[in-house]
C-alpha cells in the first residue's frame, strides 16, 4: 500500500477543524513526554523507534483502523521506514514531512481582524512552540511585532500582500526562541526597535522603545503606542493598537501570566509584575483584545485559529488576575515556576548578538515547548 505524507501545515488545518488524529510518535519516550504535537481530538501511542527494527507485529493491534493515522519521529527519516512497515502490514498511514524538526518551525498566518483606513491585523501562530507573533499593515506599509527567525515566512506574507515592513520589533529580549526581528530588519532596512532596558548588553544598533514613541502605519491613523509592562523582563513592552489591540507580549497570557525568572531576577520582578497587571493593565478598556506573544495549551486557540481574548474576560476568568492576596501572589510567581526553557541563556546571547550559531544549532536552542508561563 502507499505511504501517505502529512505536511505541517495540513495537522495544523486538524488541529483548528478539531479533526481526530492517530499519532504513533517513534521518538525516545523522555522526546514524548516533553513535547508532542497536541490536538482536541488527538491520540497517541509512543513506541521508540529501535523497539521497531525488528517489526510492527506487536504494535498492529493498538493502531485504530478508524482514524487517520501519522507516523512521526525528530526529523522524519525513522517515521518513513515505520510508516513502509505499517504499510506492508496491510495498514493506511501517513508520516509527517520534517518530522518534529518542521513542527517546530511552522508559522500558520491568521488575520486577527481590520483596523482604521483598510489596515489589518495578521497573527503567526507557531503552532508546535506556542509562539505568536504580529504583522500590522495599513497602506502599503507593515509593522511586525516578536518574529520567530523563520525571517523568510514574514518577508514572504509582506511580498504577498505588496507591503513594505517599515518598523520590527521584539517585546522583550526573548529567551525561549531566537528572534528574526534584526535579520528582518536588515533585510528590508526597517527600524528595529528593543526596549533599552533589556538591550544593555546588546552588540548592535537599535532604536530605543519607550513609552511616548509612538510608531504610525502607512501614514494613516493607525498607531502602535508602546506601554512599559516590565515583569516577564525589566524592559517588556506591551503595545496598543489602533485603540483595538493590546500587544501583550510574555507579560499577560490567555490562562496564565509571565514568568519573571529567565534572567534569573523573579525575587526582584515579581513586584514589577504585579504593578503591571494588576495597576496598569486594570487600567485600561477591558474591550482590549489581548494578543500575547505565546500561548500555553491547545485549548487556547479560537475557532478560526488565532489566540485573543478581551482583557474584561481575561481579568474575570484569568486566576493569574485575580489574586487579591499580594504576599500569595509572590508565592504563585516565585515558588511554581517551571523548568527553564531549552538553552535558554545561549538563545539570549544570540538575541544579543553575542554569539551566532548556525541554523542546525539554532534549531537544536529551540526543540521543545516554549515555558514564558507560570504553571
Excluded at 511585532?145 to 529580549?173: C, P, Q, S, W
Excluded at 511554581?336 to 551566532?356: C, D, F, H, W
Aim: proline share 4%; with cysteine.
Amino acid at each position: 500500500m502507499t505511504v501517505h505524507v502529512l505536511t505541517a501545515k495540513e495537522v495544523t488545518s486538524k488541529i483548528i477543524n478539531k479533526e481526530a488524529l492517530f499519532i504513533l510518535d517513534v521518538r525516545n519516550e523522555s522526546d514524548f513526554s516533553d513535547w508532542k504535537i497536541e490536538g482536541h481530538y488527538f491520540d497517541h501511542l509512543n513506541v521508540p523507534y529501535f523497539d521497531l527494527l525488528d517489526g510492527v507485529e506487536e504494535i498492529l493491534e493498538k493502531i485504530p483502523s478508524d482514524k487517520e493515522v501519522v507516523v512521526v519521529c525528530a526529523k522524519e527519516g525513522s517515521s518513513v521506514m515505520v510508516a513502509e512497515m505499517l504499510s506492508e502490514a496491510g495498514l493506511t498511514v501517513s508520516y509527517l514531512k520534517g518530522g518534529m524538526k518542521a513542527w517546530s518551525e511552522y508559522l500558520e498566518p491568521v488575520k486577527v481582524g481590520n483596523l482604521k483606513d483598510g489596515g489589518e491585523i495578521y497573527q503567526f501562530v507557531r503552532i508546535g512552540k506556542g509562539c505568536l507573533s504580529y504583522m500590522i499593515v495599513s497602506n502599503g506599509e507593515a509593522a511586525i511585532i516578536d518574529a520567530t527567525r523563520m525571517a523568510d515566512v514574514y518577508l514572504n506574507f509582506a511580498k504577498e500582500l505588496g507591503v513594505t515592513v517599515k518598523h520590527v520589533f521584539d517585546t522583550h529580549l526573548h529567551a525561549d526562541h531566537i528572534s528574526g526581528g534584526r535579520v528582518i530588519a536588515e533585510a528590508t532596512n526597517a527600524a528595529y526597535w528593543l526596549p533599552p532596558k533589556d538591550a544593555e548588553e546588546v552588540i548592535f544598533d537599535y532604536k530605543a522603545l519607550e513609552e511616548g514613541s509612538d510608531v504610525v502605519i502607512g501614514n494613516t491613523t493607525i498607531t502602535i503606542q508602546p506601554l512599559y509592562s516590565p515583569g516577564h523582563t525589566i524592559g517588556s513592552t506591551s503595545f496598543i493598537v489602533d485603540d483595538q489591540y493590546l500587544l501583550s507580549g510574555d507579560i499577560l497570557f490567555i490562562d496564565s501570566i509571565g514568568r519573571p525568572d529567565l534572567a534569573g531576577m523573579a525575587e526582584d520582578w515579581v513586584g514589577d509584575l504585579r504593578e503591571t497587571l494588576y495597576k496598569r493593565y486594570k487600567a485600561l478598556s477591558g474591550e482590549l483584545i489581548v494578543l500575547p506573544a505565546h500561548f500555553m495549551i491547545i485549548d487556547e486557540l479560537n475557532d478560526n485559529g488565532s489566540v485573543a481574548e478581551k482583557l474584561g474576560t481575561l481579568f474575570a476568568k484569568n486566576h493569574g488576575l485575580n489574586i487579591e492576596d499580594e504576599a500569595e501572589f509572590r508565592h504563585l510567581v516565585t515558588d511554581n515556576l517551571p523548568p527553564q526553557p531549552n538553552a535558554y541563556q545561549e538563545i539570549r546571547e544570540t538575541n544579543m548578538g553575542k554569539v551566532s550559531p548556525d541554523e542546525e544549532k539554532q534549531r537544536e536552542m529551540e526543540i521543545g515547548p516554549n515555558r514564558c508561563a507560570i504553571r
